[in-house]
């Protein structure tokens, strides 16, 4: 079996393994008590915190561990909002973050807080200029995540960080995705962390408050972690965190390079073995192993379902996988292909062989899955003749309405119309998409009696 989703996490890294096995002989009591057993704990957890401070790139007294990253995200937004109250309620988040920290603005904005979402470009980056323009007076944080996690695209943090730093804001990165493969550049104010994306252990996070950041934790007091990461430390989890990201940045930049050769590999050779794909993110600036793609015509769930059988496990931002059908929302904002989408995510270590055997399933399991779809196998022609279609794709779901549209649309003549009545939230995005790729004209959206009308001109 072939393991390629290391963007959600990443196999335990044999150091993490061998620093948590001695830790749970030696680092096991209240590293806050004075006694023989307490003081070892607290030599343990001190030699954690100075490793993870030196591979972030701060002051050990300005890190803490706290149970996991998304809490890392939420404490941190929290407490910075919390500090810089008197500042105003004004919070700038790029539309592309991880779900922890979207889910924290959407709570502070339901509080009666502000936000604004600064929009991404068709590979996933935020523009610099559109962070300083969304500053404001009020502002009292701006977050920028250091590297996207479904599409790898790595986002202009020193850039932003300049921006928000001269207006006097602080700038919170989210950098569970980038942190096992090098510091955040720039002058940011708060970065966050999880060890699982490394090669830790999961339930460990940090969480990084530069000094002079006013900051004020939320919820009941507690004296661990400077009150930042309330409970009793998982010392041996935190010491195998701390171990493995040491490790892993003494081999990342040697294996960067082996990685970005292998998906630049797939990111060549997938439209060349498949028709009717789009490759998304960034070309190069992108984390080095990760590499996305959307399959026209595909039902999602079944494509990793079926590629799971074949010995891959991927993962993928396509509505059709997951439980609310909705695509996701890094997709949408980069206004790209979500049907049939695969994300391939390797983990260091990745042989080249695998990659390879890949590639050579891949062809065959797509056009397996649009076979059982019924998808078109290529285009219409053109009929003499006027008039307009209407396709009835209520009540089915992607890649169904996608699929009707290019079975019908050879039977329009040139400057016809096709109306797809749909109500899937994701035709919103694929059928404009899919008129990109096609060549042909997306008119616009109209109401309907149930979902909405997407009308697609035929000018080819």
């Known amino acids: 079996m072939s393991y390629f989703d290391a963007a959600s996490a990443v196999p335990l890294h044999p150091v993490a393994r061998q620093a948590l096995q001695a830790s749970l002989d030696e680092g096991w009591a209240d590293p806050a008590r004075l006694y023989r057993e307490g003081r070892r704990a607290r030599l343990l957890l001190d030699a954690a915190r100075?490793?993870?401070?030196?591979?972030?790139?701060?002051?050990?007294?300005?890190?803490?561990?706290?149970?996991?990253?998304?809490?890392?995200?939420?404490?941190?937004?929290?407490?910075?909002?919390?500090?810089?109250?008197?500042?105003?309620?004004?919070?700038?988040?790029?539309?592309?973050?991880?779900?922890?920290?979207?889910?924290?603005?959407?709570?502070?904005?339901?509080?009666?807080?502000?936000?604004?979402?600064?929009?991404?470009?068709?590979?996933?980056?935020?523009?610099?200029?559109?962070?300083?323009?969304?500053?404001?007076?009020?502002?009292?944080?701006?977050?920028?995540?250091?590297?996207?996690?479904?599409?790898?695209?790595?986002?202009?943090?020193?850039?932003?960080a300049e921006v928000c730093r001269a207006a006097g804001v602080p700038l919170l990165v989210d950098a569970a995705q980038s942190l096992g493969w090098g510091k955040v550049a720039g002058d940011w104010s708060l970065l966050a962390g999880s060890a699982h994306k490394w090669g830790g252990p999961s339930?460990?996070?940090?969480?990084?408050?530069?000094?002079?950041?006013?900051?004020?934790?939320?919820?009941?007091?507690?004296?661990?972690?400077?009150?930042?990461?309330?409970?009793?430390?998982?010392?041996?989890?935190?010491?195998?965190?701390?171990?493995?990201?040491?490790?892993?940045?003494?081999?990342?930049?040697?294996?960067?390079?082996?990685?970005?050769?292998?998906?630049?590999?797939?990111?060549?050779?997938?439209p060349a073995l498949v028709p009717d794909v789009e490759v998304v993110g960034d070309p190069s600036r992108r984390l080095p192993g990760v590499v996305t793609f959307s399959c026209l015509y595909v039902d999602g769930e079944t494509l990793l379902h079926e590629l799971d059988r074949a010995g891959f496990?991927?993962?993928?931002?396509?509505?059709?996988?997951?439980?609310?059908?909705?695509?996701?929302?890094?997709?949408?904002?980069?206004?790209?292909?979500?049907?049939?989408?695969?994300?391939?995510?390797?983990?260091?270590?990745?042989?080249?062989?695998?990659?390879?055997?890949?590639?050579?399933?891949?062809?065959?399991?797509?056009?397996?899955?649009?076979?059982r779809l019924g998808a078109p196998s290529a285009s219409g022609t053109v009929r003499e003749g006027g008039g307009d279609l209407v396709v009835d794709a209520v009540g089915r779901r992607c890649p169904v309405p996608v699929i009707e549209l290019a079975k019908v649309i050879g039977d329009v003549p040139v400057g016809g119309t096709v109306r797809v009545l749909s109500d899937d939230e994701a035709a919103r995005l694929d059928i404009p998409a899919w008129c990109e790729m096609r060549g042909q004209e997306y008119v616009g959206e109209e109401p309907a009696d149930t979902g909405a009308a997407y009308v697609v001109r035929r000018v080819s």
Do not use: W
Not at 257 to 267: F, N
Not at 335 to 359: I, K, M, Q, W, Y
């Open 313 to 371: 496990s991927v993962s993928s931002g396509s509505s059709c996988t997951s439980s609310t059908l909705m695509p996701s929302h890094v997709l949408k904002a980069m206004g790209v292909l979500s049907e049939g989408n695969v994300r391939v995510s390797l983990p260091p270590g990745t042989p080249a062989g695998d990659v390879e055997r890949f590639l050579e399933v891949l062809p065959g399991t797509v056009a397996a899955v649009r076979e």
């Open 203 to 270: 339930g460990v996070g940090l969480l990084v408050v530069r000094k002079g950041v006013r900051f004020a934790p939320q919820g009941p007091a507690d004296e661990r972690e400077s009150g930042r990461a309330p409970g009793f430390e998982n010392l041996p989890a935190v010491v195998a965190a701390a171990a493995s990201l040491r490790a892993v940045r003494a081999e990342a930049a040697e294996e960067a390079a082996r990685l970005r050769e292998l998906t630049d590999r797939i990111r060549a050779r997938v």
């Open 50 to 160: 100075e490793a993870a401070a030196e591979a972030v790139g701060c002051r050990a007294d300005e890190l803490v561990f706290t149970p996991s990253g998304t809490r890392a995200v939420h404490s941190g937004i929290a407490g910075a909002l919390a500090g810089r109250r008197r500042v105003g309620p004004h919070l700038i988040v790029s539309s592309v973050e991880h779900s922890s920290v979207l889910h924290a603005a959407e709570a502070h904005e339901a509080g009666g807080g502000t936000l604004t979402r600064v929009a991404v470009d068709r590979t996933g980056a935020v523009d610099p200029a559109a962070y300083a323009a969304a500053l404001r007076g009020d502002t009292a944080l701006a977050c920028l995540q250091s590297a996207n996690h479904e599409v790898g695209t790595e986002q202009p943090v020193a850039e932003v």
